[in-house]
């Protein structure tokens, strides 16, 4: 069965970093793309960006670049999506998901982490 | 950017048929997909290419796109239908690809 575990939820202050994690099982890791998507409180689905386990090839979202840093460490089939210094404003809940390059799909989501950042 | 436009919200009675858009710039000429998202958990994959359905998901979920709209159909709805419904399309300009989530659609059953 493919899982996408993802680490657990956060309470951060502005200013603070922080690594969130999504552990891959049930399949071959560097096979798939992996994303992540953004959930505001309330709102909808964005596309932040993706990385190939494989070579680590990676892309973002316009919206995102420069904003997080997605990488992964295919040895522990775990991709990571990072903030340096995290703002009240990216309070949300982040998905990964495993990605269908033949069409772009998603066809397995992490269960989501919550991150508050709140002072 | 690809925008994708969807209507808020809907609302059906048990029973009937429930219609979601999804319209984009000729978005026939692209495969979509469409995902449900229930209260509290994480989105599920109902539609992939426009109306391929994953294994375990009803035959009353249904989906079709040609020239600027693509809709999802929920034939005969059921209470367990009520749900958050989001469109979702690749899009490259030049050397950029990016993967566009529709605005969602929450579906009410009455």
């Known amino acids: 069965e493919v899982q996408l575990v993802q680490s657990g939820a956060e309470v951060k202050k502005p200013g603070e970093s922080l690594k969130i994690s999504c552990k891959g099982s049930g399949y071959s890791f560097t096979d798939y793309w992996i994303g992540w998507v953004r959930q505001m409180p309330g709102k909808g689905l964005e596309w932040m960006g993706i990385?190939?386990?494989?070579?680590?090839?990676?892309r973002y979202s316009p919206s995102f670049q420069g904003q997080v840093t997605i990488s992964v460490d295919k040895s522990i089939s775990t991709a990571y999506l990072q903030w340096s210094t995290l703002k009240a404003s990216d309070t949300a809940m982040f998905y990964c998901a495993r990605f269908v390059s033949s069409s772009w799909y998603v066809d397995n989501w992490g269960q989501g982490t919550l991150v508050t950042v709140s002072s | 950017s690809y925008v994708l436009t969807q209507p808020p919200s809907v609302s059906v009675a048990p029973g009937q048929t429930a219609r979601i858009t999804c319209g984009g710039n000729?978005?026939?000429?692209?495969?979509v997909h469409w995902y449900q998202q229930k209260p509290g958990q994480a989105p599920v994959l109902v539609v992939s290419d426009d109306s391929h359905r994953p294994s375990g998901i009803p035959e009353r979920l249904s989906g079709s796109n040609s020239g600027n709209t693509a809709t999802l159909t929920i034939s005969r709805v059921e209470a367990g239908d009520e749900a958050d419904y989001y469109c979702?399309?690749?899009?490259?300009?030049?050397?950029?690809?990016?993967?566009?989530f529709g605005t969602g659609t929450k579906v009410t059953v009455l």
């Open positions: 979702q399309v690749w899009d490259s300009s030049g050397d950029h690809t990016s993967y566009f």
């Open positions: 990385i190939y386990p494989g070579d680590s090839d990676t």
């Open positions: 000729n978005i026939g000429s692209k495969g």
